[in-house]
């Protein structure tokens, strides 16, 4: 039996739970983006999530659940 690869089970397992989009940003906004969503306790995809769910207006759970 073949070794266990935990970065190809985890690229799996995210190609399989979650939809990847790339933003882009003015040439010099993406420090300012780290640095409002550090100062907020958020990684910049937690910060981009958080954005749509309000303006989304769902709930955590909703957000969280496939359409």
Do not use: C, H
């Amino acid at each position: 039996m073949g070794n266990f690869n935990p970065t190809e089970y985890k690229n799996s397992f995210n190609a399989q739970k979650y939809d990847r989009v790339n933003i882009m940003l003015p040439r010099g906004r993406k420090a300012q983006v780290e640095e409002y969503a550090k100062a907020l306790g958020l990684s910049v995809n937690g910060l981009v999530n958080e954005l749509l769910r309000g303006k989304l207006g769902l709930s955590v759970e909703e957000w969280k659940e496939t359409p």
